[in-house]
């Protein structure tokens, strides 16, 4: 048997987050993916890159330092290879090249700053139909703080994917327009006609505690009753009451309430009343990406 780390640093609208994670090799047998370290820190740079235009100086400084500590974390960890995505915050700052550099320059560490089109495509990496019947049809939906990416799945085999610029940081603002709201309905009915087995499949921090807090079977979906009486429950809580009650964090606190319209919009539009919620999103998929990079540098 062989075991090699690999680590996936994932620079969000909401969050900047460290996966690392063992990759099990042993012939004969399926390749096992094992989460062994998961480090969350909460940095809203979407707030700035959506309202003002820029990464603020003291966001760059909170930025390089958590860079640090992330590569202290993955050497002690005897990581064997990494990647650092940047989404949608990035993407849209104006000064996302100055931030790039100065922590190229600080930490030696190059960033890639991915659109949405390549963001569906690496989520879609996860092989989430090792605890999920792949033979029907999904919409694959992970709802960011900028935007939200939406894969149409059928019997496995990811057919259509889009990148749409509506995030829980963008709704909190008030950012966006009926227009957006509209270019989704459409996508999606026009890609789910008469499908009468469609399910959702839904990845975020967000969807991942509103699975928490629902008590479900890991192997089982949240079904839109569940999530209507979630979000109904939520939404007569002030932010201060959802802390304190419902044990979220304050950075959780406003965004999840936009992070249920989201996914509950989608299931009124296609027709489905469950969501599966594996528990992975871009730095699961990254993990997957370095390892076929990996495999096929050997071959």
């Known amino acids: 048997m062989k075991i090699e780390k690999f680590a996936a640093i994932d620079i969000g609208s909401n969050a900047i987050r460290l996966l690392i994670t063992n990759v099990i090799i042993k012939k004969g047998f399926p390749i096992k993916f094992l989460k062994s370290s998961i480090v969350r820190v909460p940095i809203r740079l979407g707030q700035e890159s959506f ?15 958590t860079i640090k500590a992330f590569k202290h974390i993955i050497k002690v960890n005897e990581v064997k290879s990494f990647l650092a995505f940047a989404t949608s915050a990035l993407r849209e700052a104006n000064n996302s090249k100055e931030v790039i550099q100065q922590v190229k320059r600080k930490t030696k ?6 659109d949405g089109r390549k963001e569906a495509k690496v989520i879609s990496l996860n092989n989430i139909f090792e605890v999920i019947n792949k033979n029907r049809t999904f919409i694959y939906v992970d709802v960011g ?9 059928v019997n496995g085999k990811r057919k259509k ?10 709704m909190i603002n008030k950012m966006i327009s009926k227009d957006i709201w509209d270019k989704i309905r459409d996508w ?27 008590g479900v079977m890991e192997t089982k979906p949240l ?3 569940n999530l209507n009486t979630i979000y109904n429950n939520m939404i007569g809580m002030t932010y201060e009451e959802r802390i304190i009650n419902l044990d979220l964090n304050p950075d959780r606190s406003d965004v999840i309430i936009p992070a249920a319209e989201i996914f509950l919009k989608t299931l009124e539009w296609s027709g489905s009343s469950e969501i599966y919620v594996p528990k992975i999103g871009l730095a699961d998929g990254m993990i997957r990406l370095l390892y076929k990079k990996r495999t096929s540098r050997d071959r």
């Open 109 to 114: 560490l190059k960033i890639e700053i991915i």
């Open 145 to 153: 703080g900028g935007s939200t990416e939406f894969s149409i799945i």
């Open 223 to 225: 079904t839109l009753i």
């Open 161 to 170: 994917s889009k990148s749409f610029k509506i995030g829980t940081v963008r």
């Open 51 to 65: 309202t003002i235009g820029e990464i603020s100086s003291k966001n760059i400084v909170k930025i390089v330092k």
């Open 188 to 214: 999606i009915k026009s890609n789910v006609r008469n499908d009468n087995k469609i399910a959702l499949i839904g990845s975020g921090g967000n969807i991942n505690k509103i699975f928490k807090m629902a």
